[in-house]
C-alpha cells in the first residue's frame, strides 16, 4: 500500500518509468503506456523529462495527464507537436526505453458538480477527458455530459476519439472553428436553465473563447472550470 508521506516524497524526486508501448494515433497523436513504481491515477500530472542529457533533473520537461491506470501502469495521451522541445522524444520513445518522469503534480479533473456538464478540449485535453470519462464510468456516475472536441487537423476525427475514450460517457462532436465551438456552449447554457456547466481543457485561446460564450450566454464563473495547458509563442514547463 503506498502512504499519502510515501506519494508526497515521490513525486518530488525525478525517477525511472518504463514504456511498455506506443501506438501513434491519427491527429498526431501518439498513446503511451509505462509502468512505475508509483500507482497513478487517472487526472493526475505527470511531468517528464523530453529533452537534455547528464543527470537528472537537467533538461526540459513537459506535463501530461494520466488518461488511464491500472495499478502500476499508466497511460499518456501526447500531441505530437512537431515544432516542441518534446518533439525529438516523441519521435524516440519506444518499448522497453526508461522514461524520466516526476509526479504527480497535482490533478486536473474538477469536482463532482450537478448539472450537465459540456466538456471542450482540444488534442492537448484528450488525457484529461479521457480520464475523467473513466472517472464517470468506473463510479456509475449519471450526470449528463456532453463533448466538443476542438480541432482543425482533419485527420483526428471521432474514431481517434472513441480510441481515445474506450466507452465515451455522452454524445461527442467534433468541430472544427472556434466559432462553432462558441456557439456549442451558448446553446448548452442556453438550454439547461441556469444549471450547466463547462469545463474547457487545452490551448489558452481555445478555453478563453469557451469561457467568454459561457459567460455571454449567462453562466456564472461558479459553473465554468477552465484548465489552459499551453499558449502560443510559450515553452512549456523547463
Ligand atoms: C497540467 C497540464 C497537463 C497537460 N496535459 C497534456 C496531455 O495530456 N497531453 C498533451 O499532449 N499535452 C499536455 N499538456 C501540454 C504539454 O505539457 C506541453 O505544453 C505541450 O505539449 C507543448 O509542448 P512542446 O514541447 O510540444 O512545445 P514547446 O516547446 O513547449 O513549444 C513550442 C512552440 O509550440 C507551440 N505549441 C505548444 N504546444 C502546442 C501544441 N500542442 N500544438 C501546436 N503548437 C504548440 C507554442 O506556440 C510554442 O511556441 C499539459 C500541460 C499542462 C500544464
Known amino acids: 500500500m503506498t502512504t499519502p508521506g510515501r506519494r508526497v516524497r515521490a513525486k518530488l524526486i525525478p525517477r525511472q518509468a518504463t514504456l511498455v508501448s506506443r501506438t501513434d494515433l491519427a491527429g498526431a497523436l501518439v498513446e503511451v503506456w509505462c509502468t512505475d513504481q508509483t ?113 482543425e487537423n482533419r485527420h483526428l476525427d471521432s474514431s481517434v476519439v472513441v480510441s481515445c475514450l474506450g466507452d465515451p460517457a455522452g454524445e461527442f462532436a467534433v468541430l472544427r472553428h472556434l466559432d462553432d465551438i462558441a456557439r456549442r456552449v451558448s446553446e448548452h447554457a442556453g438550454t439547461h436553465d441556469g444549471n450547466a456547466r463547462l469545463l474547457a481543457i487545452g490551448e489558452h485561446g481555445l478555453t478563453a473563447v469557451a469561457k467568454r460564450a459561457a459567460l455571454g450566454a449567462g453562466l456564472a464563473t461558479t459553473q465554468i472550470s477552465t484548465r489552459a495547458y499551453w499558449r502560443p509563442g510559450r515553452r512549456g514547463l523547463e
Open 39 to 151: 500507482p497513478l491515477q487517472p487526472g493526475d500530472v505527470v511531468a517528464v523529462r523530453v529533452a537534455g542529457r547528464g543527470p537528472v533533473p537537467t533538461g526540459a520537461w513537459r506535463r501530461y495527464t494520466v488518461a488511464e491506470s491500472d495499478g502500476h501502469r499508466f497511460r499518456l495521451l501526447i500531441h505530437h507537436n512537431p515544432g516542441g522541445a518534446a518533439a525529438a522524444f516523441i519521435d524516440a520513445v519506444r518499448p522497453g526505453h526508461a522514461v524520466t518522469i516526476r509526479g504527480p503534480e497535482g490533478a486536473v479533473l474538477p469536482p463532482v458538480g450537478e448539472g450537465p456538464l459540456l466538456v471542450v478540449c482540444d488534442v492537448t485535453g484528450l488525457a484529461t477527458l479521457a480520464a475523467l470519462n473513466n472517472q464517470v464510468n468506473r463510479d456509475g456516475r449519471t450526470e449528463q455530459i456532453t463533448v466538443a472536441v476542438f480541432s
